[in-house]
């Protein structure tokens, strides 16, 4: 009995060294899209700092074409407005969407780890249980062999 016993905890202890290497798994692959979303969100910023220099070309062309006294000031007026509210707007739509991302990765790595905490500890309970049986068992089996004698 006491092998079959230990023969279990064995295959518990795998058991639970088996979860805990799945759970640093889905934890990595969390961690994973949290980089990959930090990734895009560094993308659009490196789009965004290209979209401002095209605003400055602009300005600067807006500038000249003042001085030249052309009506094309108004129209690149209003192109650049429109472009600085689109860049604003699909900047704000990212980052909106990066936080509601990571905040969603977070949660879920904090899920994971307090699944992983409570399965570790019911482990460390069911061990713990085991032992004290096989303690009991073996102060058991000491009194029956003091009585023998």
Do not use: P, W
Not at 24 to 48: C, F, I, P, V, W
């Amino acid at each position: 009995q006491d092998l079959s016993t230990m023969m279990t905890l064995r295959d518990q202890n795998a058991n639970l060294q088996e979860t805990v290497a799945s759970l640093q798994g889905d934890k990595a692959k969390l961690n994973g899209l949290l980089d990959s979303e930090r990734d895009r969100r560094q993308e659009a910023e490196k789009t965004m700092a290209a979209m401002r220099q095209e605003m400055q070309a602009e300005r600067r062309e807006l500038k000249a074409m003042k001085r030249n006294g052309t009506d094309e000031v108004n129209r690149v007026q209003a192109h650049y407005a429109q472009l600085k509210v689109d860049l604003e707007n699909d900047l704000q739509a990212v980052r909106e969407a990066a936080t509601r991302q990571e905040k969603t990765l977070r949660e879920d790595i904090a899920d994971l780890q307090a699944k992983s905490t409570k399965e570790l500890e019911r482990l460390r309970r069911e061990v713990g249980n085991k032992a004290e049986s096989l303690r009991r068992f073996a102060d058991d089996c000491e009194h029956l062999r003091r009585e023998k004698e």
